[in-house]
C-alpha cells in the first residue's frame, strides 16, 4: 500500500485515540490538584513531541521513553527462579 492508501486506512482510528488522549488530558487538567509535577506527565509531554515529529521510529521511541533500562539482574530483583 502507499502512504494515501494507509492513512485511508488508519484515518479514524487515529482520529479516535488522539481524541481520546486530548480528553485524557483535559479530565487531569480539570480534576482537583496539580500532576504538573509529576514525572509521567513530564513522559506523557515529551511523547506527544515524538508523535508530532517527523523523525523516524517513532514508536520505539515512545516505548523507550516509558521501559525501564534493562538490568541483567531483573529476575534476582523479583525474586524468580534462574532456570526459568
Avoid at 486506512?9 to 496539580?34: H, K, N, P, V, Y
Avoid at 517527523?54 to 534476582?76: G, I, M
Amino acid at each position: 500500500m502507499n502512504a494515501k492508501e494507509i492513512l485511508d486506512q488508519e484515518f479514524l482510528t487515529i482520529r479516535s485515540r488522539l481524541l481520546d488522549i486530548a480528553a485524557s488530558l483535559d479530565r487531569i487538567q480539570r480534576a482537583e490538584g496539580d500532576a504538573t509535577a509529576d514525572s509521567r506527565m513530564a513522559n506523557v509531554s515529551e511523547a506527544i513531541e515524538i508523535v508530532g515529529s517527523q523523525q523516524l521510529h517513532r514508536a520505539e521511541r515512545v516505548q523507550l521513553l516509558f521501559s525501564r533500562e534493562y538490568d541483567q539482574a531483573w529476575k534476582t530483583q523479583y525474586e524468580l527462579d534462574s532456570r526459568a
